[in-house]
Nanobody
C-alpha cells in the first residue's frame, strides 16, 4: 500500500502562484508514476498533469499548459505542482495520485489508471 498526502493549497489572488506538494509513503521502493487531478464544484474530476518515475516525461492538460509545472524528488518521495498565473477557473480540490509502473518510463492521464489517491487539497483563486 502507498499513502499519498497533498499539501500547499490555499487562497490566492488571480495571477498569483502556489506550489502543491504530494508526499508518498509506504511501498515507495517501487516505481510509481504520479499525477495531479482536480475537481471544481459541480464538475467531474479532471486530469491536470502527470510525470513518470524518472521525471523525464511530463504531460499537461491544455487548460494549464504553460502555467503549471509538475516535478518530483524521488529521494524525498515527493511530487510537486507549481502553479503560476492562476485564474479563478483553477479553483478546485486538487488530488494527487500514484500508480505502479515497473518500467519507470510511463505516465498516465486517466483516473482509472491510478491505484492510490490522496484526500485532496483546496485551491481557491479569487478574482
Amino acid at each position: 500500500q502507498v499513502q499519498v498526502v497533498e499539501s500547499g493549497g490555499g487562497l490566492v489572488q488571480a495571477s498569483g502562484s502556489l506550489r502543491l506538494s504530494c508526499a508518498a509513503s509506504g511501498r515507495t521502493f517501487s516505481r510509481y508514476a504520479m499525477g495531479w487531478f482536480r475537481q471544481a464544484p459541480g464538475k467531474e474530476r479532471e486530469f491536470v498533469a502527470a510525470i513518470n518515475w524518472y521525471g523525464s516525461m511530463t504531460i499537461y492538460a491544455d487548460s494549464v499548459k504553460g502555467r503549471f509545472t509538475i516535478s518530483r524528488d524521488n529521494a524525498k518521495n515527493t511530487v510537486y505542482l507549481r502553479m503560476n498565473s492562476l485564474k479563478p477557473e483553477d479553483t478546485a480540490v486538487y488530488y494527487c495520485a500514484a500508480t505502479t509502473d515497473h518500467s519507470g518510463s510511463l505516465y498516465y492521464t486517466e483516473e482509472g489508471e491510478y491505484d492510490y489517491w490522496g484526500q485532496g487539497t483546496q485551491v481557491t483563486v479569487s478574482s
